[in-house]
């Protein structure tokens, strides 16, 4: 919705919630002979651009493939380029996810290749003026700096933080740069977002990712969407959801607190409290197991645990369920119904169900609620979790994460050596780059670092409560909102701490103007991937290849080659490209992907070479918008974009995975089944598959993964080359970097990493079976007798961490109304780059708060005036009200794409000159509060505590 009411005043005065088109080109020093001039207040998006220096239109004509650097659809895109100007765009509708179709952001994307509000070159804050500085200048005196908290507080008092808009080569070298500066201080978004996804649905079957793809969706029966928004948030994998609503019939069942316009859609809407999604499945799950409903021979053959699953449903009765969720028996029943007779089935779901304290819980009975229907590894079926960020698939992969290395290895020994196989270095050498003292029993080089949601408690938590040397002394910001991050008033106490603040981004960021520091921040011109190319993996698991679409502009790096320049100031250059050709200072990105297609087994990485990527993206008509599977032509056969795991080298030409745990295929042409990751058995019990396997596999039933010794047992070791079986020797089937025990397995039909049941039981997790808890700023206090919090914790990913202390605290009578947040279509992320473009900044000009009238009347707040939101922790941002029905009574949802205000104050002032937003308002964040997932310390944002008042 556009939250804006024209005039129609000559003055064009403001009216109603937002500005006139003339006030906002006023406001943001936009004239009618500048942008508008350019086609700004024009009727379409996909058109002509004209360009700001004058392009002959008989210029030679050159067309970029690009693919869109927004959500994690990975819509494609045509870029036209003329004498090194991008003029014109169109999305491309041969491209196999897209098919033609764009979003309001996809439309936009040109301006983020030549954005005048762009960070134009590198500078620094002195005396709290912005000074422009040379490269040379700013990376010698970040450099300096750095080395000396280094020498004084030891490499962990440096923050790494990265990003999910890095393309795969420069998040795997971003890790690596992490690692050989010596820290596991590391992070990116995912962690604020689908950390609890990947550790949910790793620990239920094997790895933490979407199973299917928005195309197969087109051949559900059923779809359950929950805490998922794709109408606004990825809108293009809409076509796909609607597809099958209108060819198969499919049921679109939305359940969320907030009428979305994904609900606007949907055959059932399901209104549910903030915080109660495990009680909502349990309770779907009771009518299911009451009914007899569940595929009872697919549980036999694949599922561990399930009877403790009816354990802990039994006592979701109906009369239960309503009283935690708020759903009523009818239509309980009458959803559980609907799953049931429209199998296959699939369930989506997104921050609205990650979000939370209890964020792994949910994520685990979302995957019990899909496995007891059956519907796992079919096509139409699975778990597909829509990822935000364009990247955030694979940097997550890459482990640009806290507790792993790139491809899910842990920190134990045994990782660190394989990499440093993969990397030609000396492990002894990178493990003294790490603080070599122990902390509670623990080296750094083998603990989780310091999560990006618990970067501010680095700061300002005792030293003496951190399992590190010293507090976090500088943070380097790559790539990052702040303004995505919960607790915006401690943020700011971080901030203003730190003796260093470093942001590496195409535009400021909130980070720059929303502290009161005086100097030590460096703002470093960062390239969009416009200005780039390489490698990109799509929610889907798909690796994209992208075009350079234009030259960096104005004096911006690429940010592969500022961790180029960084590492050879910081003295470990020689070590980081030991096997990448760097040219003067530009490393070469395909060297970067043969990097890493040498060292990820785990969720074969290792198939994708560059050659094979680029093969795909220049036919990308030959594949099906149905099956991703191309039809003649020279990948005939193959997966678009080879969702991994791609197994082996790039020369067995594995055709990648398009569907996970998929028995009805060989192992060769795509097929999987569960992983054997937990062992063999539990208790006595076989935690292997039962009478279930891929097609041809010559196991027939479960089997542990794929070592020397079992290939050697099973009498297959002659099936290796001598080459192959001398360096398979001792490893196993993520180790061997020759590929050879991949290769033996799959050609005996088996999967490498073994066949193993789905667990619904997690027993290394807080509650085995996942359990409805209170969030811990709950207004629902009679619930917290049988539904409350953890006890506190000593130490989690280093640090103290709070539950019981701060739920036993009853702040609901002054903060009684529940506030939650998420998206809207024509923003992404913390905004800074979507409000930063014209043609979206106008389409919504005010940060708001939705309301329900209810509320509103009883509170005296009327729709479009000014409103203050309080958090329960006094955290306060003031909105225009916007009152509608969308949300119940008793929520309160805001936006979380804004910035550049904070706590009533217009921040604009401080933003480097003609560097500002087009559009600012306070960040969502600013209000919200304390709570973290133990597994992962996901934020919780999803659901606290808030008070509205009018300002």
């Known amino acids: 919705m556009k939250l804006t009411k024209k005039s129609n005043t000559s003055s ?16 943001t020093g936009v004239t009618t002979g500048g942008l508008a001039a350019a086609g700004f207040m024009g009727q379409t998006m996909i058109r002509k651009a004209e360009a700001q220096t004058a392009v002959s239109p008989n210029a030679p004509k050159e067309v970029k493939r690009t693919i869109c650097s927004h959500c994690s659809v990975g819509c494609g895109v045509y870029a036209e380029v003329q004498n090194g100007v991008w003029t014109h765009q169109e999305p491309a509708f041969d491209h196999p996810f897209n098919r033609g179709a764009h979003c309001a952001k996809g439309a936009a994307l040109r301006e983020h290749g030549h954005g005048e509000r762009r960070l134009k070159y590198p500078m620094k804050l002195v005396n709290g003026k912005w000074q422009k500085v040379s490269w040379d200048q700013a990376i010698n005196e970040v450099g300096d700096k750095i080395q000396q908290i280094r020498s004084e507080s030891g490499p962990d008092s440096v923050y790494w933080l990265g990003s999910a808009k890095h393309n795969n080569e420069q998040a795997y070298l971003f890790r690596k740069f992490a690692a050989l500066w010596g820290t596991n201080n590391v992070d990116h978004q995912a962690r604020i977002c689908h950390s609890t996804t990947v550790a949910g649905v790793a620990n239920t079957w094997g790895y933490g990712a979407m199973t299917n793809s928005f195309n197969d969706m087109q051949n559900c029966k059923s779809i359950i969407l929950i805490g998922s928004n794709p109408a606004e948030a990825h809108p293009v994998s809409m076509q796909h959801i609607l597809l099958a609503k209108e060819r198969n019939k499919a049921k679109i069942i939305v359940v969320d607190p907030r009428f979305t316009r994904t609900a606007a859609k949907a055959n059932e809407y399901v209104r549910i409290r903030p915080g109660t999604d495990v009680a909502y499945v349990w309770g779907l799950l009771w009518h299911i197991f009451q009914n007899g409903w569940e595929d009872q021979e697919f549980i036999r053959q694949r599922v561990y645990g399930m009877e403790e699953v009816r354990e802990e449903v039994a006592r979701w009765t109906p009369a239960e ?8 028996e009818a239509q309980m029943y009458k959803v559980a119904k609907m799953l049931a007779e429209s199998r296959p089935g699939s369930i989506v779901w997104c921050m609205g169900g990650t979000q939370h304290t209890t964020g792994n819980n949910n994520t ?19 778990t597909n979790i829509f990822r935000g960020h364009d990247n955030v698939q694979g940097a997550t992969d890459l482990g640009v994460l806290s507790h792993t290395l790139p491809g899910y290895y842990g920190l134990a020994d045994g990782s660190w050596k394989h990499w440093c196989r993969v990397w030609g270095l000396d492990f002894e050498w990178v493990q003294n780059r790490f603080d070599q003292n122990q902390y509670n029993g623990k080296k750094p080089i083998n603990n989780n670092g310091i999560p990006v949601s618990r970067w501010v408690d680095g700061v300002l938590e005792n030293k003496a409560n951190i399992e590190q040397k010293d507090n976090i002394r500088a943070m380097v910001y790559w790539g990052h909102a702040v303004n995505s991050q919960t607790r915006g008033v401690e943020m700011k106490k971080a901030m203003e701490k730190l003796d260093l603040m470093v942001i590496v981004d195409p535009y400021p960021t909130h980070a720059a103007v929303m502290h009161d520091r005086k100097d030590g921040v460096y703002l470093l011109p960062a390239c969009t991937q416009f200005e780039t190319y390489g490698s990109v993996t799509a929610s889907n698991r798909s690796m994209q290849w992208r075009d350079q679409v234009i030259e960096p502009l104005f004096e911006s790096k690429t940010d592969h080659e500022i961790m180029y320049l960084m590492s050879k100031k910081l003295g470990f250059s020689e070590q980081l490209f030991k096997n990448i050709k ?8 395909e060297d970067i992907t043969r990097e890493f297609n040498r060292g990820m087994w785990t969720i074969g990485y290792t198939g994708h070479s560059p050659e094979r990527l680029k093969e795909h993206q220049q036919n990308w008509h030959t594949f099906s918008f149905q099956t991703l599977q191309a039809e003649g032509g020279s990948a005939h056969g ?4 080879l969702p991994w795991p791609c197994w082996g080298t790039p020369e067995m030409k594995h055709p990648g995975t398009p569907i996970l745990y998929d028995t009805s295929k060989p192992v060769a042409e795509g097929g999987l089944n569960f992983r054997t990751r937990f062992g063999v058995e539990r208790n006595g019990v076989s935690l292997l598959s039962e009478d279930s396997y891929p097609v041809n596999a010559e196991i027939k039933g479960g089997h542990p993964e794929f070592t020397d010794k079992l290939i050697k047992q099973l009498g297959w070791w002659g099936d290796l080359t001598p080459e192959e079986q001398a360096a398979a020797e001792g490893k196993n089937w993520k180790t061997d970097l020759s590929g ?21 039981v997690v027993w290394t997790f807080p509650d085995q079976v996942p359990k409805h808890r209170e969030p811990l700023y709950t207004n629902r206090r009679d619930l917290l007798k049988d539904y409350a919090t953890w006890k506190d914790a000593a130490s989690i990913y280093r640090l103290p961490t709070m539950y019981e202390s701060i739920q036993k605290n009853d702040v609901s009578q002054e903060y009684p109304i529940i506030l939650t947040s998420g998206r809207l279509v024509e923003y992404e992320g913390g905004g800074e780059e979507t409000r930063s473009n014209p043609w979206l900044a106008e ?4 940060m708001f708060a939705e309301i329900n009238p209810f509320d509103a009347n009883n509170l005296n707040v009327r729709d479009g005036a000014d409103i203050w939101v309080e958090g329960a922790e006094g955290g306060r941002i003031k909105v225009k009200a916007m009152v509608t029905h969308r949300v119940g009574r008793g929520v309160v949802f805001i936006p979380f794409h804004f910035g550049g205000k904070f706590q009533g104050k217009d921040l604009t002032s401080k933003y480097p000159q003609g560097s500002a937003p087009y559009v600012v308002g306070e960040a969502a964040n600013t209000a919200t509060t304390y709570g973290y997932d133990p597994v992962t310390l996901m934020q919780e944002t999803k659901v606290t505590l808030c008070k509205v008042t009018p300002a």
């Open 364 to 382: 685990r009975a979302y995957c019990i609620l899909m496995l007891a229907l059956g519907n796992m590894g079919k096509s139409g079926g699975g």
């Open 582 to 589: 760097v040219n003067g200072s530009i490393p070469l990105i």
């Open 638 to 641: 193959e997966y678009y974009g």
């Open 12 to 27: 064009g005065q403001q009216q109603g919630l937002g500005l006139s088109r003339r006030a906002f080109l006023k406001n």
């Open 321 to 328: 369920v309503e009283n935690v969720t708020g759903v009523g």
């Open 843 to 846: 389409l919504q000009q005010e």
């Open 740 to 760: 050879g025990i991949q290769r033996v397995a799959i050609k005996h039909g088996c999967a490498p990493f073994g066949n193993a049941k789905a667990r619904a």
